[in-house]
């Protein structure tokens, strides 16, 4: 299997590149969010790589990152996805996103990218729900010096028994600047609310 690609970038038709390793040209489909991530042509580019062997063809699927390819293979396991919805789900939402909505379950924002229906998400979030881990960071709004604090905390409310949705929405209402201890405190304040 192809892993990696590491050459110069001789095209770009989205969603399609073509990367020249060694004189040899490789057509490379890649996520919209890898795609605008790119170099401008000519220039060396390094891309994670997802081969898939069919019948009448051998498909090379590239990544920016190892997590979009992660992401990328747990999709394809999920029955009725293959690499074209695959690349859809990554090219209308980041990683973080899709890992955002299948902690939520909110199947109404993974029905927005095309080729995503109702049932396909159902069992989108069905299939990913502990596949999928959300960066905090993100989720919070940003990385700030309580980053590591509010990993910590949202780790203590998912062992305290609360779903990934509630901690994120207790973590949401948090200061930025809140100890481990005091973020638990007001968070299970916050939840106990709700």
């Keep these: 299997m192809i892993g990696r ?42 891309l994670f790589t997802h081969l898939v062997v069919r019948e009448d063809a051998h498909l090379l699927y590239g990544f920016g990152s190892e997590v979009e390819r992660v992401t990328f293979r ?33 199947a109404g924002r993974l029905t927005k990218v095309p080729g995503i229906g109702k049932k396909t998400a159902e069992r989108l979030l069905l299939e990913l729900k502990d596949k999928l881990k959300v960066d905090v960071r993100i989720a919070v709004g940003g990385e700030t010096p309580a980053t590591s604090s509010s990993a910590d905390i949202l780790n203590a409310l ?34 106990s609310k709700s």
């Design 74 to 106: 747990q999709l394809l396991k999920i029955s009725g996805v293959g690499p074209k919805v695959a690349l859809a789900v990554l090219s209308g939402m980041s990683v973080n996103d899709l890992a955002e909505a299948v902690a939520t379950q909110e």
């Design 5 to 46: 690609i590491s050459g110069t970038l001789l095209e770009k038709n989205p969603p399609q590149v073509t990367v020249d390793v060694g004189g040899v040209g490789y057509d490379i489909d890649v996520p919209m969010s890898t795609f605008y991530n790119l170099p401008r042509i000519g220039d060396k580019v390094a």
């Design 158 to 191: 998912i062992s305290l028994g609360y779903n990934e949705k509630e901690a994120l929405f207790a973590i949401k209402g948090l200061p930025k600047d809140v100890t481990v201890s005091d973020g638990i405190r007001q968070a299970l304040k916050l939840l």
